[in-house]
C-alpha cells in the first residue's frame, strides 16, 4: 500500500478504523467524543487528511478492543476480526458509550468503575442496608 507523503501510516489506517467503528456501531461522533476530539479532527484520520497521535491511536485501539497493529495493516484484517473478542455491536447505544469509555481508563480507573458499579449493585439488591 502506498503511505501518504511525510507519513509513516499506511493510508489504509483511515479504512480500518472507518471498518472497525462501523462494525462496533459506532458513529463518527460517537468516537470523536470517547477521544475527546472534534468530530472533524477524526473524520480526517478516517479519510486520510491527517493522523492521529500514537496516543490517540491507543486509544481508538483501546476502544475497538484491537491491537495497534491491525489498525495499521500491519495483522491481516480478517486474524484481527477473528481475534475480536465482543461483539459490540451488538450492545445498546448506552452500553456502546459505556464499554468504549472504559476501555479509555486506567488499570486503576478500571478498578474504581468496578467497585463502584458492584456497590451500586449491592444497594439495589439490599435497599436496607
Known sequence: ????????????????????????????????????LNRTTYTKYE?????PSIEIMKKIANIFGVDVNALL???????????FEMPIYSL?????DLVGIYRLLSVEEKQKVMELLVKIKNDINDPYK
Open 73 to 83: 495493516g500491519i495483522e491481516p484484517f480478517e486474524k484481527a476480526l477473528a481475534d
Open 1 to 36: 500500500m502506498p503511505k501518504r507523503k511525510c507519513s509513516n501510516v499506511d493510508v489504509s489506517f483511515g479504512a480500518n478504523i472507518a471498518a472497525y467503528r462501523k462494525m462496533c456501531g459506532f458513529t463518527q461522533q460517537q468516537v470523536a467524543d470517547m477521544l475527546n
Open 47 to 51: 479519510t486520510g487528511v491527517s493522523e
Open 92 to 96: 445498546t447505544k448506552d452500553e456502546q
